[in-house]
């Protein structure tokens, strides 16, 4: 009897319930079953990239690949300016047909590109403004940087300068060379700083002939008398001497000789103010 009830205390099975499961023998079968986890990581560790889902991409940038990008707009024939922005490059010296040596400036003018284009009835007058020698856009303020996106221009330009519409139509972006505007043997005038001097006496400013050298002269280059004396004052203009040059300066009647298509370079008979690198305003007069 003993035996019969150690036998039915170890087979709980008669009425077809099933055992409860107890935490030891859950333990081995939740160890037989290791968790995603567990394999991703033991994947991860001998080297073998673990599959994830790669997300969606978003319709943005599907979108954008399949957009066009925008067209540029077509701009009209550059138009013919009364002048345009340069630099001075040095001088030199040229043979004419007749075998006569001319001096010439050789200026580089251009390429200018328009920015801003004023009408009369927005602004009263018409006119283009052009700029020049292209430089780095963070060495522009964000407002300037505006009005060169707006021009669709590449790169922002260092000089600008406002020129009358001589003839054709301007638009922002355009670019002018200096064969659209001038052509050989035309009439110009140059603008631009002379060279600083520094300061000078009336000898070398004015012109001054100076006092005599000898005869136990003790003035040479003195300006001597400032003026009269019932004023009491000095006359305003009287030379004097002070700091002479870096001045702007404009010269007239300067012919141009050759232009240098290809190179954008033009030859103008004479002198022009400034010196190697200045910035030279070439225009129509």
């Known amino acids: 009897m003993q035996e019969e009830k150690q036998m039915a205390e170890e087979t709980p099975q008669a009425d077809g319930e099933q055992p409860e499961m107890t935490a030891q023998s859950a333990a081995p079968e ?36 399949t957009t066009p990008a925008k067209p540029k707009r077509e701009l009209p024939p ?18 004419d047909e007749n075998g006569r040596m001319v001096a010439v400036t050789v200026v580089e003018l251009g390429p200018c590109y328009v920015v801003q284009v004023r009408t009369p009835e927005k602004d009263g007058y018409a006119a283009a403004q052009i700029g020049f020698e292209p430089m780095k856009t963070q060495r522009v303020n964000k407002p300037m940087r505006g009005v060169f996106k707006k021009a669709e221009l590449d790169k922002p330009l260092r000089h600008l300068k406002e020129f009358e519409i001589i003839d054709g139509q301007a638009a922002s972006g355009q670019e002018v060379r200096v ?19 520094g300061f000078a006496g009336v000898v070398k400013r004015y012109r001054f002939a100076g006092g005599p050298m000898t005869h136990g002269s003790m003035t040479h280059r003195r300006p ?14 009287k030379p004097m001497p002070g700091r002479m040059g870096g001045e702007r300066v404009t010269v007239r009647n300067l012919t141009i000789v050759k232009i240098l298509e290809g190179k ?7 002198a022009v103010p400034g ?11």
């Open 30 to 65: 939740a160890a037989a079953e290791p968790s995603a986890e567990a394999a991703e990581s033991a994947q991860a560790q001998e080297g073998e990239p673990a599959t994830q889902e790669t997300p969606a991409e978003p319709a943005a940038a599907t979108s954008a690949e």
């Open 264 to 270: 954008n370079r033009v030859l103008i008979k004479g």
């Open 224 to 237: 001597l008398s400032s003026g009269a004396t019932g004023p009491q004052r000095v006359f305003k203009g």
């Open 179 to 197: 064969e659209h505007v001038f052509k050989e043997g035309e009439i110009v005038k140059v603008t631009g700083t002379s060279k600083g001097k």
């Open 78 to 95: 550059p138009p013919v300016l009364k002048g345009l922005i340069g630099r001075k490059l040095g001088m030199t010296h040229i043979f």
């Open 275 to 285: 010196g190697r690198g200045s910035i030279v305003y070439v225009q129509k007069q």
